[in-house]
């Protein structure tokens, strides 16, 4: 069965520096695409930024970029320059391309902005 | 805000209540999900519809009932929940085509229900 996991409950960062937040997952499957979802404190889930596993080069937007390794089964999401309003909860999913097309999502990692 | 709107936005029911929840999108998309979202856990799917029709039932209790009249509507019909069925419940939609490139899910707000 796939499996996603976030080993950091909680992380912190000084406003304008760079933060990773960490990201496993298990699969058998050659053929998916891995998520980051941003939840802000009483907000909507939205996306931050999603990676193909059949592309070797990192997915990058803006000031979020990801360290994809496919054979370690890791998807980290680095956040540079980091600002208050990345205050959130973040998600990492995973989708399956083949079979049935199910979203599965880690616990979380909270991060909190120091100013 | 994403285009998926969720009413009511906090309900607070007892065991023997039956209420409903409801999604909505104006993003044309064609498959509807909804969620569970407790503190500490995974985002635990529920329900996906495509098309309208249901194509994935997590082994959710009965007493969580869905229904999509259409792809622009979704709702949870909720009867004699218990109290740990409280937790944030999220609907989000998609657009599955055969050339579809980027998968991403757009999420409501979510209906923070509370089980009494």
């Known amino acids: 069965a796939q499996t996603v996991t976030q080993s950091q409950p909680e992380m912190s960062v000084q406003e304008a520096e760079t933060v990773t937040l960490s990201c496993t997952y298990d699969?058998?499957?050659?053929?998916?695409?891995l998520f980051w979802y941003k939840q802000p404190p009483s907000r909507q889930m939205i996306l931050v930024i999603r990676q193909e596993a059949y592309k070797q080069q990192n997915a990058t937007e803006n000031r979020f970029s990801v360290n994809f390794q496919k054979a370690a089964k890791s998807f980290s999401l680095k956040i540079s320059d980091s600002q208050l309003g990345d205050a959130a909860m973040y998600f990492c999913a995973y989708l399956n391309l083949s079979g049935t097309y199910k979203y599965i999502f880690g616990t979380g990692t909270r991060l909190k902005v120091l100013a | 805000e994403t285009g998926v709107t969720q009413t009511p936005r906090h309900l607070v029911m007892g065991m023997t209540n039956k209420k409903s929840l409801k999604c909505e999108q104006h993003?044309?998309?064609?498959?509807m999900y909804w969620y569970k979202q407790s503190a500490k856990k995974p985002l635990e799917l529920m329900f996906v519809?495509?098309?309208?029709?249901?194509?994935e039932n997590n082994s959710v209790p009965s007493r969580f009932s869905p229904e999509c009249p259409n792809s622009s509507h979704l709702f949870l019909h909720l009867h004699t929940l218990q109290p740990e069925d409280s937790a944030l419940y999220l609907c989000a939609s998609s657009l599955r085509t055969e050339s579809q490139l980027n998968y991403e899910q757009y999420f409501g707000p979510g209906t923070r229900l509370t089980v009494t």
């Open positions: 993003l044309g998309h064609n498959a």
């Open positions: 519809y495509n098309f309208k029709e249901q194509t």
């Open positions: 699969t058998s499957e050659s053929d998916y695409y």
